[in-house]
């Protein structure tokens, strides 16, 4: 890795940090459980803008049930790529009560846009594939503290 030198010595380590940030998987992230008819769904939490844009990028591996919920303060039509992202992935697009308005699944590092059919402030990522292995499509409700049930 390349880095520059301002003679600033915290100035460089800064930097430096930055550059690694980017490249490396978060793994630190609040974890919240889901439930998905009787399966249990270990959850990472990314809920500010760096968590979001940072997502599940530069992963080589993901255990079965587990995955990521993208928590947004408004909802909107939410776009998801897989721009350095190793892992197939499927998102769910996720009501407030927790119904899953549409799935899409996702090629590794690709830009293609995968777009909510409907406004939602909340996404889940999981392995491509574990959504249909558990029969669970667009119109099933997940359940956790995360969704209300209105």
């Known amino acids: 890795m390349n880095k520059i030198s301002i003679g600033l ?7 430096v940090n930055v550059c690694f940030a980017q490249n490396s998987p978060q793994l630190d992230l609040q974890r919240i459980k889901l439930s998905a008819g009787m399966h249990l769904i270990d959850t990472q939490v990314a809920a500010t803008p760096e968590q979001r844009a940072t997502g599940l990028m530069h992963r ?7 995955g990521m919920l993208f928590i947004f303060e408004q909802a909107s039509q939410q776009c998801f790529w897989m721009k350095n992202t190793l ?29 909510s059919t ?3 402030r909340f996404v889940l990522e999981m392995n491509q594939g574990w ?5 669970i499509k667009a119109g099933f ?7 209300n049930s209105k």
């Open 131 to 135: 959504f249909e292995k558990k029969g």
């Open 118 to 120: 409907k406004p939602v």
């Open 9 to 15: 010595f915290g100035l460089t380590i800064s930097l």
């Open 60 to 66: 080589k591996e993901m255990p079965t049930s587990e």
């Open 141 to 147: 409700k997940l359940g956790g503290e995360s969704f």
């Open 87 to 115: 892992l197939p992935l499927t998102a769910a697009f996720v009501a407030d009560d927790g119904t899953i308005v549409n799935l899409a699944d996702m090629k590794p590092q690709t830009t293609d846009a995968h777009c």
